[in-house]
């Protein structure tokens, strides 16, 4: 399973505001699927399911870390995720995310605070002329408010880096099957 970084997707709802975001990365990974189309519901259940243990664990430290300066841990962390019903409905906190945006193929969540906001884009992308294969893109902007977002994000960004694409193959593996 082959993923790799790419360019920000012009069909993502987040592209228009590419240009006030201080920082963003893409990873692009292939999905074969027989043509199966793949709803933004399901993609929210692979998502909030495929997070690596170890990337569970450096969260719950980030989030006892983070407390003492008064940022935002996701009050709904440690509540197990529903495995049945997963709606995302515009508005609704799932964990440390609350959706910001959702379509046909496309999931926008984040959150906003005082040091910074981030959005992740989960969207798949139906590859023209492809009937077998097609794409998973996960998105991350993040804007900072203050030079406490700049200094936070700066050892988060490399962690960042290897999740992701750690989430997105076992995200795909569930896709696929």
Known sequence: MN???TEFPDDS???AEKK?????????????????????????RA????????????????????KIFGLKTGTGAKE?????DFPLEVGEQVGIFKIFDKTE???IMGENDKHLDFRVSLLY????????RNALIISTTVKYHNWMGKLYFLPVRP??????????????EKLES
Request: no cysteine.
């Open 159 to 172: 962690f960042h880096q290897l999740i992701v694409p750690a989430m997105m193959k076992k995200m795909i």
């Open 13 to 15: 709802i987040l592209y």
């Open 80 to 84: 197990p995720l529903p495995t049945d």
């Open 47 to 66: 998502f909030f399911t495929s997070s690596p243990q170890w990337g569970k664990k450096m969260f719950a430290f980030r989030n006892s870390l983070v």
């Open 105 to 107: 193929n496309e999931i």
């Open 125 to 132: 992308h139906k590859t023209q002329n492809a009937v077998e």
């Open 20 to 44: 006030y975001f201080d920082y963003t990365d893409n990873f692009t990974g292939d999905i074969v699927n027989g043509g199966k189309n793949i709803s933004a519901r399901e993609i929210g």
């Open 3 to 5: 993923i790799k970084k």
